[in-house]
């Protein structure tokens, strides 16, 4: 099994930013690719963004511009930076991490924009 720990999550002002961290360990035979999902409330879980193993990166909607990801392999880890954050980014961000024989989440941290 794979494990995911996310981190970085947390109340922050609009127009502020976050760093969101996801670190993966256990059964990793080879991680493909690495993303991160949000679900809001009352909203389905949503692709926010994913990076390939190769690097490759694709974004959902209007995160592209405002959000970062990326990777280090060397520490099995997925970044997000956010910024620019507005409140209709609220929602519980959740890792996502395939490898080539599973598909694993993240426990979800929540990020709040609010003043």
């Known amino acids: 099994q794979v494990q995911l720990v996310e981190s970085g999550g947390g109340l922050v002002q609009p127009g502020g930013s976050l760093r969101l961290s996801c670190v993966a360990s256990g059964r990793i035979f080879m991680i493909l690719a690495m993303g991160w999902y949000r679900q809001a409330p009352g909203k389905q879980r949503e692709l926010v963004a994913s990076i390939a193993s190769g690097g490759s990166t694709n974004y959902a909607g209007s995160e592209k511009g405002r959000f970062t990801i990326s990777r280090d392999d060397a520490k099995n880890t997925v970044y997000l930076q956010m910024n620019s954050l507005k409140p209709e980014d609220t929602a519980v961000y959740y890792c996502?991490?395939?490898?080539?024989?599973?598909?694993?989440w993240g426990q979800g941290t929540q990020v709040t924009v609010s003043s």
């Open positions: 996502n991490v395939a490898t080539v024989t599973n598909v694993n």
